[in-house]
């Protein structure tokens, strides 16, 4: 009777307190049931935020790269023919002596060097007239020939004279002429060695660097895997870092057939053509050649592609889901590529936050 007695308080005590926490459990089992069918629902109906782009036709061109320094086409540094006092001329546009950045017209004179002694022995004056005399002679000996005054040998004779004359005249203006320094060409001074006026400057001595930067070459090594599809005529665009926004055209005009077997290249030149005078001699540039080009194709971001054991993977939107598309491409550039298959003109393409979907991943459309 004792042991009953035991059991039975604990039996109540069940009765009285367990059986309405039962209850509760019981009564709290759909609201369980019911948050774990909304969990569900909402983590299936994720739509992944992505942004999109109408697929569009336009060029692409294809590059093969290469980098390099470039010259002025023209270019020469005058030296002194002759010893002489030196005298640096006042340039006409400034009113002042010519200076480094000065701009020279063809033929214009910069350096003049002075030589009492030269001239004298140059004699122009005496040379001058005895071409005179030798011309007056030869007309003379001319006309009596006609009359039958003189003989062939005596005409030829004099006509001799008067050539020799004529030459020698020449050569004394020649000489006469190397006392001026003179700029071959238009172009910018951009060297100008310094001397004071008056000292006597020996022959050969260097007085100025005249450069015409209009055009620019740029000599480059190509790599051997590239020689069939370089060829003379291909356009090339030149960029410099200091110049980003500012893109220069330039042509390959020479290409040499052999290749360098250390370095596995081959040389080519590159023309530049430089109006605003935007790229200096001796900067540092990136040329890009066209080998290849095609319009009216459709041309994507490269950085978009996926690649996947089935291949190169694309994201459309289709009805509020993203739909996968296997892709064959042609032509790439530094940053976009060619659509061969796979798009279609105006589908809309996930440009941004295609990296985590997959074909049918629901998605929202944002700009």
């Given at each position: ?30 609201v369980i ?7 569900t ?36 540094t005058l ?34 060097l ?25 007309e003379?000996?001319e ?6 005054g003189?003989?062939l ?6 006509e001799?004279e ?13 000489q ?21 006026n008056?000292?006597?400057v ?19 090594n ?22 980003p ?7 390959i ?27 200096r ?6 040329a ?6 095609n319009d009216?194709?459709i ?16 994201f ?5 889901t993203?739909?996968?598309r296997?892709?064959?491409t ?9 659509i ?8 809309r ?5 295609f ?13």
């Amino acid at each position: 009777m004792e042991k009953i007695n035991i059991y039975r308080p604990r039996r109540h005590f069940f009765e009285a307190t367990g059986h309405k926490h039962f209850i509760f459990l019981i009564s709290l089992l759909p609201v369980i049931f019911s948050c774990n069918t909304d969990n569900t629902s909402f983590d299936t109906d994720i739509s992944v935020p992505v942004s999109v782009t109408e697929v569009r036709t336009k060029s692409i061109e294809q590059y093969v790269n290469t980098t390099g320094s470039v010259y002025a086409m023209k270019e020469v540094t005058l030296s002194s023919e002759m010893a002489g006092d030196y005298t640096l001329l006042k340039n006409p546009g400034t009113g002042r002596p010519f200076a480094l950045g000065d701009i020279v017209e063809a033929g214009q004179k910069i350096v003049r060097l002075e030589d009492e002694e030269y001239v004298n022995n140059i004699m122009i004056e005496s040379e001058k007239m005895n071409l005179d005399i030798a011309k007056s002679e030869f007309e003379k000996q001319e006309s009596l020939y006609d009359k039958g005054g003189v003989t062939l040998r005596e005409l030829k004779n004099s006509e001799r004279e008067y050539i020799n004359a004529e030459y020698s005249y020449e050569n004394a203006k020649i000489q006469l002429a190397k006392m001026d320094v003179k700029a071959p060409f238009k172009g910018i001074i951009v060297d100008l060695p310094y001397y004071t006026n008056g000292t006597k400057v020996s022959s050969g001595s260097e007085l100025v660097t005249i450069m015409n930067y209009a055009q620019l070459y740029l000599e480059v090594n190509l790599p051997e895997k590239d020689i069939a599809q370089i060829k003379i005529g291909q356009e090339a665009k030149v960029t410099n870092y200091t110049l980003p926004n500012d893109t220069l055209t330039g042509k390959i005009t020479q290409l040499s057939p052999a290749i360098d077997p250390s370095a596995r290249t081959f040389k080519g030149l590159v023309v530049i053509n430089n109006p605003g005078l935007l790229l200096r001699p001796g900067m540092f540039v990136r040329a890009d050649i066209v080998v290849a080009r095609n319009d009216s194709t459709i041309v994507i971001p490269k950085e978009i592609i996926l690649s996947k054991q089935r291949g190169k993977t694309v994201f459309v939107v289709e009805r509020g889901t993203a739909s996968e598309r296997i892709v064959s491409t042609g032509l790439e550039s530094a940053t976009e590529i060619e659509i061969l298959k796979g798009l279609k003109k105006d589908e809309r393409l996930i440009v941004a936050g295609f990296e985590t979907l997959r074909n049918r991943s629901k998605v929202k459309v944002i700009r």
